[in-house]
């Protein structure tokens, strides 16, 4: 049974089976903004005028992205969109992006625009595969974190859930912990959280659902902040 996360709740990666969960999916679902739009209409001959209703779509691109640190709190490898551009990102002193860490243990899915129309498909809009057995022996915190590229908060979009399943970015196995985003007034008025942290304790990978909204911008004031307040 999935374990429903609360912020700060802090989770074993073992299964209730006592084996060690290792590879796994962190993955983000969220939906598109969708409004009925009532107008009024004449008819072609003129006469009584007509209320007709039309469907609004607002998609909604979220980031789903991550950043390692080792022992020493030195960022040593990241994963975001390989689509942010080169200007802004020599401008804030950070590489190209791209969706595979060096190690391989990670990687993502790819970038998605706009979010479920028409309800919850039950599948993630963008996920990120781990392999803990994979992970460089020197990262010992694993940060992820979501950031809106459009102009909408948390609170205007209509679901977005964050699971931690077995699994492919096709197909769910098991479903391991949820996290609801948007069901917090918190998140009202933000378009950037710190979701949580895979973290090594002993030798053991845990996992912390840290949950805090930000009022970042962009996603490189979320690094920022990431490295310098939970490192």
């Known amino acids: 049974m999935a374990i429903s996360l609360t912020k700060g709740q802090k989770i074993s990666l073992r299964k209730s089976t006592g084996s060690s969960l290792e590879s796994f999916c962190v993955g983000v679902n969220w939906g598109a903004i969708e409004q009925i739009i ?7 001959f003129g006469g009584n005028k007509r209320i007709v209703e039309e469907k609004k779509v607002t998609n909604v691109d979220l980031d ?27 401008k804030v002193g950070l590489p190209e992006g791209k969706l ?10 790819g970038d998605d625009r706009a979010g479920d129309v ?19 022996p020197e990262v010992e915190q694993i940060f992820f974190f979501l950031n809106n590229v459009g ?5 205007q979009i209509p679901f977005a859930k964050i699971r931690m399943y077995e699994g492919t970015p096709s197909r769910v196995s098991e479903v391991n912990a949820t996290f609801d985003v948007v069901s917090d007034s918190q998140y009202a008025g933000h378009k950037a959280m710190i ?37």
């Not at 102009?151 to 609170?155: L, P, V």
Request: glycine share 8%; proline share 1%.
């Open 195 to 231: 979701m949580g942290k895979l973290y090594k304790r002993n030798g053991e990978w845990k996992f912390n659902a840290i949950g805090v909204a930000a009022t970042d911008q962009t996603f490189a004031q979320t690094i920022a902040r990431i490295s310098k307040d939970y490192v």
């Open 100 to 109: 595979v860490s060096k190690d391989y243990a990670l990687r993502h899915s």
């Open 64 to 90: 789903l992205s991550c950043i390692l640190f080792d022992g020493k709190g030195d960022l040593v490898d990241y994963i975001y969109s390989p689509e942010y551009r080169a200007d802004f990102l020599k």
């Open 151 to 155: 102009n909408e908060d948390f609170a």
């Open 38 to 44: 009532r107008k009024e209409k004449s008819n072609w």
């Open 118 to 136: 028409g309800g919850d498909d039950g599948l993630d809009n963008e996920i990120i595969s781990v392999d803990l057995k994979k992970i460089s």
